[in-house]
């Protein structure tokens, strides 16, 4: 698996950054550019785009609607979706800091400030307080 970094106007790829899994499923760059956060069937990794290495990674328990990862504003957490679960990590080793159980997890999104976050499952949506978020021991 790998991505593809390209400049305008596309004639030929900047960098081809690979990935450890199989897949790539889903991606999101960091506030600064400087990262990217890929999301695939067996993992969750997190690459530096300057020289493409491989700053942290962790097992990705797949479920929920798919695939989806979110920066915080401040470049400082990721939110994945897992299997029954919204999961929050520190962007810089991927470690579990807290989760929201949810029966079908699809989406989150920071709001610009971080104190809010949105997030999605079929059944409905909430918008919760990132500060009331139970951190993982």
Do not use: M
């Amino acid at each position: 698996s790998y991505v593809s970094v390209w400049a305008w106007p596309f004639t030929k790829p900047l960098a081809r950054l690979e990935g450890a899994g199989s897949s790539v499923e889903a991606l999101t760059i960091s506030p600064d550019g400087t990262h990217l956060c890929l999301q695939g069937y067996e993992s969750i990794e997190v690459l530096r785009v300057a020289d493409q290495s491989r700053v942290a990674i962790t097992p990705n328990d797949f479920g929920g609607s798919g695939f989806s990862v979110a920066w915080s504003p401040d470049g400082g957490e990721i939110a994945s979706v897992q299997s029954k679960a919204i999961v929050f990590h520190r962007s810089d080793t991927l470690e579990r800091l807290a989760s929201v159980d949810l029966e079908f997890p699809s989406d989150a999104a920071f709001s610009p400030d971080a104190r809010l976050v949105a997030l999605g499952c079929w059944e409905s949506g909430v918008l919760v307080e990132r500060s009331s978020l139970t951190r993982s021991a």
